[in-house]
């Protein structure tokens, strides 16, 4: 039997190559168990990395919410592939029940659910690359899925059409939600989510915003934000870094994927206020938008 407090030193500390075999279990098994646990675990390229820039990476364990084991052994049911739904957010609104999903959020939220955290060790990072446009974290993971379905019916019910570009001639802009110069790319699709307004496409993309604050090492390879360090006042002189955090906040930005027409707006949620709230006004700006393109293209003579 192993406690989540644990699993986290272990994988935090030993490769899974080399932690696994001591459960008689493989790396892929041990996976699941920290999925099942709620245990986050390092990115790709961790290992090989300076001790300093591994304890800068290195994320703190979150506290088990409602349904999380405090515990696995072997002798127990084995973990289901699927990760179980985080809580929302204190930002979020409740869940409403308007229907079916749309399609390419049913379809994309599996891939989701079951992806590894991508280089930055923050962000999903799906393996299927043709879906939906989405970028978050685990623990904002349901609630940008739930934007997107609220704000792809929306559009839909305008009679307008969403899916996922059909052909590479479109491009996806070059978008990060993240605040400062991460270090590392996010995981993007393959072809941009667009929706066709008056036959003109207009690109969609939903991101949970990464703020960018001030973190000092504190110990067990573990670094805190720095309010959190000087407050605790038992640490003298340590590392210091900056890196950008989900938030659990969206950004939406519509743009053109018309190379060579260049439009793009953004929306993105603040204390208190959730983008549920404008996405009538949102659909009217992405029809204003697409006209604003369609008389570009009418003066370029395309």
């Known amino acids: 039997m192993i406690t989540r ?11 899974g190559w080399r932690a696994a075999p001591a459960f008689d279990v493989t790396e892929s098994y041990l996976i699941r168990v920290c999925r099942r646990l709620d245990v986050p675990r390092p990115s790709r390229g961790y290992w090989a990395k300076s001790e300093p820039a591994r304890a800068l990476e290195r994320r703190p364990l979150p506290p088990a919410g409602p349904g999380i084991p405090r515990f696995w052994s072997k002798s127990t049911r084995p973990p289901r592939p699927r990760p179980p739904r985080d809580e929302p957010r204190a930002t979020s609104r409740p869940k409403k029940d308007r229907g079916p999903k749309h399609p390419l959020i049913a379809d994309a939220e599996l891939h989701f659910q079951q992806a590894e955290l991508g280089p930055d060790g923050d962000y999903l990072k799906p393996r299927k690359k043709l879906v939906v446009d989405v970028t978050a974290s685990g623990s904002g993971l349901a609630k940008c899925l739930a934007f997107a379905d609220r704000l792809f ?18 491009s996806r802009a070059a978008l990060d939600p993240r605040q400062g110069t991460p270090a590392c ?4 699709p393959w072809r941009p989510t667009v929706v066709f307004v008056h036959t003109m496409p207009i690109g969609l993309a939903v991101a949970e915003i990464g703020e960018t604050v001030e973190v ?14 000087e407050r605790k006042k038992r640490f003298g002189p340590t590392w210091k870094g900056k890196r950008p955090v989900p938030c659990g906040r969206l950004k939406l930005t519509a743009y ?7 439009w793009s707006r953004e929306w993105s949620e603040t204390a208190g206020t959730a983008l549920d709230d404008g ?11 697409a006209l604003e393109l369609l008389a570009m293209l009418e003066r370029s003579g395309r």
């Open 5 to 15: 407090e644990e699993l986290y030193e272990l994988v935090w500390s030993t490769p």
């Open 153 to 170: 019916r929306t559009l839909e019910g305008r009679g307008y059409r969403v899916v996922i570009a059909p052909t590479f001639e479109l």
């Open 185 to 188: 790319a996010l995981w993007s």
């Open 216 to 229: 000092q090492y504190a110990g067990y390879g573990n670094f805190i934000a720095k309010e959190e360090f």
């Open 256 to 262: 053109s994927p018309l190379n060579g027409f260049p």
């Open 279 to 289: 996405l009538e006004q949102i659909a009217a700006a992405i029809e204003s938008g």
